[in-house]
């Protein structure tokens, strides 16, 4: 149900969220990495406005993101991508109902400067501030222009984070298993280096793989108790592969698609097995990594089975800020103190 915040000034009770009978809009900050995102979001379902300033460009020529690089340029973006969301939704900051920003994980200095941001604009009109998770807002972005309700199984599947998530309401998200070493998306651009993919490394080996033989290579697959994962066999036994062939006649299209063909295929065994031991035949996938075709493909296929599958629209699934809002709106388990501070990991 809806929370009951209160204004940094006279303390006066806002009630924020779903079960809410007025439309609330909610302005949401996120720069946990190397994007710089604002986004407006009407009761935490329909995006009016979602700018996106990204640093790839900048990031590239060193390989992957630099942290400070990464901070510096987020002040040099943060204003003017508010304005812009403010711009776009054509709404005042006054008619904003709450300011929120994501917390952590990710990088303190990237994280600070959207915290921060999003305090002032607390404090300047008055509403109240809700700060974020990561990692629920990649799971609330599956509410993002979509009917999806709980329950459901999500599979989070990002850059640091690998796990399988029980949905039983909008507010309460319990993990049911997660990576005990690599992330799926740290294991790609891991795998990406090893066979001369530039950054970034994930994306760029997705577009790889269809054009390998996926049944080349049959590498092996982690046997985990639960509802665990283990990445680092698998890049382990690439970088051996790969240490059998002559650096000019290394086959990286077959091994990019044996590669995301393990990898997929671990990912719906596990997240599989939990819809069933859950009795929940909704599913959703999340975060930077389900924008991943073969990933993505394998999840919907699950359609054939009699499952309802959810995920967001790819420019929903990197990071951004209108999940951040979606998260707001509908999380219990958020921060509201504006003595909050960022952190790195979990």
Same mark, same amino acid.
Do not use: W
């Given at each position: 149900?809806?929370?009951?915040?209160?204004?940094?000034?006279?303390?006066?009770?806002?009630?924020?969220?779903?079960?809410?009978?007025?439309?609330?809009?909610?302005?949401?900050?996120?720069?946990?990495?190397?994007?710089?995102?604002?986004?407006?979001?009407?009761?935490?379902?329909?995006?009016?406005?979602?700018?996106?300033?990204?640093?790839?460009? /900048?990031?590239?020529?060193?390989?992957?993101?630099?942290?400070?690089?990464?901070?510096?340029?987020?002040?040099?973006?943060?204003?003017?991508?508010?304005?812009?969301?403010?711009?776009?939704?054509?709404?005042?900051?006054?008619?904003?109902?709450?300011?929120?920003?994501?917390?952590?994980?990710?990088?303190?200095?990237?994280?600070?400067?959207?915290?921060? @941001?999003?305090?002032?604009?607390?404090?300047?009109?008055?509403?109240?501030?809700?700060?974020?998770?990561?990692?629920?807002?990649? $799971?609330?972005?599956?509410?993002?222009?979509?009917?999806?309700?709980?329950?459901?199984?999500?599979?989070?599947?990002?850059?640091?984070?690998?796990?399988?998530?029980?949905?039983?309401?909008?507010?309460?998200?319990?993990?049911?298993?997660?990576?005990?070493?690599?992330? $799926?998306?740290?294991?790609?651009?891991?795998?990406?280096?090893?066979?001369?993919?530039?950054?970034?490394?994930?994306?760029?080996?997705?577009?790889? @793989?269809?054009?390998?033989?996926?049944?080349?290579?049959?590498?092996?697959?982690?046997?985990?108790?639960?509802?665990?994962?283990?990445?680092?066999?698998?890049?382990?036994?690439?970088?051996?592969?790969?240490?059998?062939?002559?650096?000019?006649?290394?086959?990286?299209?077959?091994?990019?698609?044996?590669?995301?063909? /393990?990898?997929?295929?671990?990912?719906?065994?596990?997240?599989?097995?939990?819809?069933?031991?859950?009795?929940?035949?909704?599913?959703?996938?999340?975060?930077?990594?389900?924008?991943?075709?073969?990933?993505?493909?394998?999840?919907?296929?699950?359609?054939?089975?009699?499952?309802?599958?959810?995920?967001?629209?790819?420019?929903?699934?990197?990071?951004?800020?209108?999940?951040?809002?979606?998260?707001?709106?509908?999380?219990?388990? $958020?921060?509201?103190?504006?003595? $909050?501070?960022?952190?790195?990991?979990?």
């Amino acid at each position: 149900m809806s929370k009951q915040l209160k204004t940094p000034f006279n303390n006066q009770i806002k009630k924020i969220g779903y079960g809410n009978n007025n439309d609330q809009f909610i302005l949401a900050i996120e720069t946990s990495c190397d994007e710089t995102a604002a986004s407006v979001v009407k009761n935490g379902r329909k995006v009016i406005s979602n700018i996106v300033a990204s640093q790839i460009p /900048t990031h590239q020529k060193y390989g992957g993101v630099v942290p400070e690089v990464a901070a510096r340029e987020h002040l040099e973006s943060i204003n003017m991508v508010i304005e812009a969301a403010f711009k776009e939704a054509a709404i005042l900051p006054e008619k904003i109902d709450a300011f929120s920003a994501t917390v952590g994980p990710g990088l303190v200095g990237c994280l600070l400067v959207g915290l921060n @941001a999003a305090k002032t604009l607390s404090l300047v009109y008055n509403k109240p501030f809700i700060g974020i998770n990561h990692l629920n807002a990649h $799971v609330c972005a599956n509410y993002l222009d979509t009917d999806l309700e709980p329950p459901f199984i999500c599979l989070l599947v990002s850059g640091g984070h690998t796990q399988i998530i029980k949905i039983t309401s909008y507010g309460d998200q319990e993990i049911l298993g997660e990576t005990i070493d690599d992330a $799926v998306g740290e294991a790609y651009d891991k795998v990406a280096r090893l066979i001369g993919i530039p950054y970034p490394g994930g994306p760029n080996l997705d577009k790889l @793989a269809p054009t390998g033989d996926k049944k080349r290579f049959q590498f092996p697959k982690a046997r985990v108790d639960g509802y665990n994962f283990s990445f680092s066999g698998l890049k382990t036994a690439v970088l051996r592969t790969i240490q059998t062939f002559n650096k000019d006649n290394i086959p990286k299209a077959d091994i990019a698609a044996s590669f995301q063909e /393990t990898v997929g295929s671990t990912l719906l065994k596990k997240t599989l097995q939990a819809a069933e031991d859950n009795n929940i035949k909704t599913i959703a996938i999340a975060g930077g990594v389900a924008a991943n075709s073969e990933i993505r493909k394998k999840i919907f296929d699950l359609q054939n089975n009699g499952y309802k599958v959810y995920a967001p629209a790819m420019k929903y699934c990197t990071d951004n800020a209108a999940m951040v809002a979606s998260a707001a709106y509908f999380m219990s388990n $958020v921060m509201t103190d504006l003595e $909050v501070e960022v952190f790195s990991r979990i």
